[in-house]
């Protein structure tokens, strides 16, 4: 997975002009759940495991 896409999605930094659609949809995705995660909706495993599979997804957009 992108280091600098979790990053600013965990920063809550804005997108960089040049991602593509997949690497948007992981940013958001990924701001979501960092969100969820520090408002307590998910746990630590449920966080971990939601991760990983928009981390697979993503690399099988990337891919395609």
Same mark, same amino acid.
């Given at each position: ?5 979790? %990053? ?22 990924m ?25 697979? %997804? ?7």
């Amino acid at each position: 997975m992108d280091k600098k896409i979790c %990053a600013a999605a965990y920063h809550n930094k804005p997108p960089d002009d040049n991602w593509d659609l997949s690497d948007l949809k992981l940013y958001h995705a990924m701001r979501l759940l960092y969100a969820e995660y520090r408002a307590g909706l998910v746990d630590k495993d449920q966080a971990r495991r939601e991760r990983e599979q928009l981390a697979a %997804a993503w690399r099988r957009e990337k891919t395609e």
